[in-house]
């Protein structure tokens, strides 16, 4: 694929301590134009940037070398690993974000994307499931790329994990998003599904506010089409079938 040379950010460092490329994070832009959105990040001032952004129409700028650590995650957590930055490689996508339209992504910015990905997880050797969202490494403060991120799509290439549950017993919608249906016990279970999962419980108790944030964050990525932030059968499914298919992968 044709990587576009042009822009180059300066805001980037070495990766720490030797770290090897293990993640790849997803973001929206969150602005309109995505050239503000290139400009934003080559900026000495702003602090930011990622690896590469891809436009609208496809086509994918590289303004931080791979080998280094751009500055995309922010304060993040994945199976303890706080510096995720150091760990893995940051994609804007173009998109202006919940706060403004959040329209839907391009065909042609998911194919490009798809190659994209294609060609740095055969090269850095990552893993379906390690391929996450901004909002996954960063629950309580992000929301990106958000639920109209077509996840099938890359999951459909082998390029995204996404849990399967059996259909069956889904077939009743009301059952299955009824909320509060859940014990403190199993609200327990859930959470530590959620760790083993790789997401930032430290210091949640089930009956927090943060933990409502998790399971939207989890939603967001792994169920899109209703996010309650409350867990309901289905959620429970599929948070379930999701860390047992982590104890094999
Ligand atoms: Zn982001």
Redesign the pocket.
């Given at each position: 694929m044709k990587l576009i040379e042009t822009y180059k950010s300066p805001n980037f460092n070495d990766r720490r301590n030797k770290t090897s490329v293990k993640y790849i994070?997803l973001?929206?832009t969150?602005m309109i134009n995505y050239l503000d959105s290139i400009n934003y990040m080559c900026s000495t001032d702003n602090k930011v940037s990622s690896h590469f952004l891809i436009n609208k129409k496809g086509e994918t700028y590289n303004l931080v070398n791979v080998s280094k650590r751009a500055w995309?995650?922010g304060e993040s957590f994945w199976k303890g690993l706080t510096d995720i930055n150091s760990a893995s490689i940051g994609i804007?996508i173009d998109n202006s974000g919940h706060h403004i339209n959040f329209e839907n992504f391009t065909h042609l910015q998911i194919k490009s994307l798809i190659e994209l990905i294609n060609q740095l997880v055969k090269k850095y050797k990552i893993s379906s499931h390690n391929i996450l969202g901004?909002s996954d490494v960063?629950p309580f403060r992000?929301i990106?790329?958000g639920e109209k991120f077509p996840w099938i799509e890359l999951n459909a290439k082998q390029l995204s994990y996404l849990p399967e549950i059996n259909v069956k017993n889904n077939g009743n919608k009301k059952k299955n998003i009824k909320s509060n249906f859940f014990s403190p016990k199993l609200r327990e279970k859930v959470l530590f599904f959620l760790k083993k999962i790789g997401y930032d419980t430290r210091e949640i108790k089930t009956t927090s506010n943060k933990f409502n944030k998790l399971v939207e964050s989890y939603q967001r990525h792994y169920r899109q089409t209703i996010i309650t932030g409350e867990i309901d059968y289905q959620t429970y499914q599929l948070i379930e079938q999701h860390y047992k298919d982590m104890l094999t992968f």
């Open positions: 994070i973001h929206y969150a995309h995650a804007e901004h960063a992000k990106d790329p």
